[in-house]
């Protein structure tokens, strides 16, 4: 008797075991589609993870502090975040070339070496291929957010055409100006409250900026380069020299929360 339910608890005990690694794998997986193989994908979709975020950055200077990819880097970590608050949401791999300007003439950030710029078609167009990808995968709600204020317009009419395409399939297309919103409003104001200046905050690569790199990916701001006051050629427009770890949370959870709570809204309207 003593022996079967010594072996009953053994079976319990593996089969716990079991469960509970399941579990932890469940909660600990990666948010990025990249991350997952198709099976883990296929699993996840069929268990209702089927909301997938297309974060959009973009190559460009970012004056002499920060590196060329900080839209990408930055994107990538917020949009993780966003996933993993949201629970049934996957981030599809970022978007790095976008529209930046003409290249010949340069103009814009194309004066500056390191600035990748793509026309308007091509980028609406890999951005159409790859949603009716997602969408053949079998998400059932695509999520445009961008990082970089030039490219707005044209995620809102990709994902507006997306839509009017998908009518009548349980597919959506959203584009959330939440994201880039936060940056432009309510961060700014939250920066003002702690004492810096319009001056300072800037609006390319100033303290706003750096400050949210800094709370994302530290790596891409060189500190040395923040001690000389930034002049009209070095592609700054603001002054970076106060931003810190801290400035940066703020506007990482204004971000966040605007976006996972934009995100729900326009799962709910369009269900």
């Not at 003593?2 to 948010?31: E, K």
């Not at 268990?47 to 990408?72: C, D, F, M, R, W």
């Not at 291929?129 to 030039?150: C, E, N, P, R, Y």
């Not at 905050?201 to 000389?228: F, Y």
Request: glycine share 10%; proline share 5%.
């Amino acid at each position: 008797m003593r022996a079967a339910f010594g072996l009953a608890g053994l079976i319990l005990f593996v089969f716990c075991l079991g469960t509970d690694a399941s579990v932890a794998q469940a909660a600990t997986r990666s948010p990025y589609l990249e991350d997952l193989t198709w099976t883990e994908l296929r699993d996840a979709l069929a268990a209702g993870t089927t909301t997938i975020i297309v974060p959009v950055g973009g190559t460009e200077q970012s004056g002499p502090h920060l590196a060329l990819g900080k839209h990408n880097a930055r994107v990538k970590v917020l949009a993780g975040r966003i996933a993993s608050a949201l629970g049934d949401t996957l981030v599809a791999p970022v978007f790095a070339y976008v529209p930046e300007g003409n290249v010949t003439p340069p103009t814009g950030h194309m004066r500056f070496p390191g600035t990748i710029s793509v026309p308007v078609a091509a980028f609406k167009g890999v951005l159409e291929g790859a949603a009716q990808s997602f969408k053949q995968a079998g998400f059932t709600q695509v999520v445009l957010i961008g990082d970089h204020g030039g490219y707005q317009t044209q995620l809102k009419e990709v994902a507006e055409r997306l839509d009017r395409q998908w009518a009548g399939t349980p597919a959506h297309a959203h584009f959330i100006a939440a994201y880039y919103n936060a940056t432009q409003a309510a961060y700014r104001q939250a920066l003002r409250a702690k004492g810096l200046s319009d001056v300072e905050i800037g609006t390319h690569a100033g303290a706003a900026d750096t400050s949210l790199e800094l709370a994302t990916n530290p790596e891409m701001v060189r500190p040395d380069r923040l001690t000389a006051a930034p002049d009209a050629k070095s592609g700054v427009e603001g002054d970076p020299r106060r931003a810190n770890v801290e400035l940066g949370r703020i506007g990482v959870d204004l971000i966040v929360n605007d976006t996972v709570a934009a995100i729900k809204k326009a799962r709910l309207e369009k269900h």
